[in-house]
């Protein structure tokens, strides 16, 4: 199947500092990617989607100014968690659909787990 | 609001059972539904895929059916066994992907 690869896989920082964070698909082009996050015994929750080439579209009660996101190639979008509080810490996913975005099977990164100190 | 509820939220069964964890979804309008397996602390692999227009799906010992007008599906699992334990997500396609709770699943050898 298709493959979407995260990285970093987990990262620790310090309260205050910025994180990015990579959502790469490896053999297939994905002009949109959609970031989720998830918290310890949770679902999947959207936060994003990301258009490359234009600005991402964000769910409601997410902060675009905190969570920035690029998605400035075919195959590659960024997450950057901006003055990372504890609050943030998390699991962040990203997805990417082969083929058609309506019908198009999504394939999902290994998640990255954030720890903010 | 598309909502999607996932029944039961933990099963654990002796393996070798057969098994049927449960979706449902409020809103008929959906592109597809998919299955998918999460194993702690990983990301998601995706089991099944069902478009809007189909009943059903099979993959090995998994078969997922659809019923979009009473907003359905089921995931059923034969022959269980201790690597089937997980947590199984299924989620609605409706331009963006929502996810049920899940349900974990343990198989016992």
């Known amino acids: 199947g298709a493959v979407v690869s995260q990285h970093p896989s987990w990262v620790i920082c310090k309260s205050g500092t910025s994180v990015k964070i990579e959502c790469r698909s490896l053999?297939?082009?994905?002009?949109?990617m959609f970031w989720y996050r998830q918290f310890p015994k949770q679902s999947l929750m959207l936060m994003a989607t990301s258009n490359e080439g234009s600005k991402a579209t964000y769910e409601q009660g997410v902060e675009k100014d905190k969570f920035l996101i690029n998605h400035a190639s075919l195959t590659l979008s960024t997450l950057t968690v901006t003055s990372a509080h504890p609050e943030d810490s998390s699991f962040y996913i990203c997805?990417?659909?082969?083929?058609?975005?309506?019908?198009?099977?999504?394939?999902f990164g290994e998640g990255s787990r954030l720890t903010v100190l | 609001k598309q909502e999607v509820t996932q029944i039961p939220a933990a099963l654990s069964v002796p393996e070798g059972e057969n098994l049927v964890l449960n979706c449902s979804f409020t809103d008929s309008a959906i592109y597809n539904l998919q299955w998918f397996r999460q194993d702690p602390g990983k990301g998601l692999t995706s089991l099944l895929l069902i478009q809007s227009s189909q009943r059903e799906q099979t993959s090995g010992r998994l078969n997922a059916s659809l019923d979009k007008s009473s907003g359905r599906s089921t995931l059923y699992i034969a022959a269980s066994q201790p690597g089937d334990s997980a947590t199984y997500l299924c989620a609605v396609h409706t331009g963006k992907l929502i996810f049920g709770q899940g349900t974990t699943l343990q198989v016992k050898p």
């Open positions: 053999d297939f082009q994905a002009t949109t």
């Open positions: 997805s990417a659909p082969l083929r058609g975005l309506d019908t198009g099977e999504l394939f």
